[in-house]
C-alpha cells in the first residue's frame, strides 16, 4: 500500500488552518483503520488522530481535540485530517499511517510502531 499525500494552505500562521491527504494506491484501503502522527525536531513521532474503517469511529490525542478532523473517503481511498486553530507547537512533519484491522468500527492502536504502512511525511508550519 503506498500514499501519495500533499498539504492545502501552505504556510500557515498561528490561528489558521491546514488540510491533509493521503490517498492510497490500492483498492485494500478499505481493510485498514488510518492514522495521522507528527514528528516535531528532536522529538518522538507522536500519534495525531485515527479513524476506523468504517469512517464512522475517530480518535484524537488531547492536545489537537476540538481542532483538528480526521475523515475518510473508501471509494476515494482517501484520510484528511482538517486542522483549524493551528498553533506554532503544531510545527511538524506529519504522516498517514495504516493498521490493518479485522473489525470495520475498530479505531487503530496509537502504537506506531503497529502500524503496517506509512506516508512520506508533509511538512506543516505554523508561525507564531
Known amino acids: 500500500l503506498r500514499f501519495s499525500c500533499g498539504v492545502w494552505g501552505g504556510l500557515v500562521q498561528a490561528g489558521g488552518s491546514l488540510r491533509l491527504s493521503c490517498t492510497a494506491s490500492?483498492?485494500?484501503?478499505?481493510?485498514?483503520?488510518m492514522d495521522w502522527f507528527r514528528q516535531a525536531p528532536g522529538k518522538e513521532r507522536e500519534f495525531v488522530a485515527g479513524i476506523s474503517r468504517s469512517g464512522t469511529n475517530t480518535d484524537y490525542t488531547d492536545s489537537v481535540n476540538g481542532r483538528f478532523t480526521i475523515s475518510r473517503d473508501n471509494p476515494k481511498s482517501t484520510v484528511s485530517l482538517q486542522m483549524n486553530s493551528l498553533k506554532p507547537e503544531d510545527t511538524a512533519v506529519y504522516y498517514c499511517?495504516?493498521?490493518?484491522?479485522?473489525?470495520?468500527?475498530?479505531?487503530?492502536?496509537?502504537?506506531?510502531?503497529?502500524?503496517?504502512?506509512w506516508g512520506k511525511g508533509t511538512q506543516v508550519t505554523v508561525s507564531s
Open positions: 490500492e483498492l485494500a484501503f478499505v481493510n485498514y483503520a
Open positions: 499511517a495504516a493498521e490493518r484491522r479485522t473489525s470495520f468500527w475498530a479505531i487503530g492502536s496509537r502504537n506506531r510502531g503497529g502500524m503496517d504502512y
